[in-house]
């Protein structure tokens, strides 16, 4: 997806993507309990490679993520 955003010149792909992703997570995060199941350690995997690719791709924007709010 990044390498088509920047040979196509739409950028504008990688706000989609981000998005996207954003929803995607905001959706899996209201409909799963996540921390004391069976299935935390890889939910927090999850949580962790979410954040890091939006932060990755904010980043490629110029935009800094913040670290809490």
């Not at 990044?2 to 905001?26: M, P, T, W």
């Not at 004391?36 to 110029?62: A, F, H, R, W």
């Amino acid at each position: 997806m990044l390498s088509n955003a920047f040979v196509d010149r739409e950028l504008q792909k990688i706000c989609e993507y981000l998005k996207n992703l954003a929803g995607d997570f905001h959706s899996f995060y209201n409909a799963h309990k996540i921390l004391n199941t069976p299935e935390e350690l890889k939910y927090l995997k999850l949580c962790q490679m979410v954040s890091l690719s939006l932060t990755i791709g904010l980043d490629i924007l110029g935009i800094k993520a913040k670290k809490k709010m």
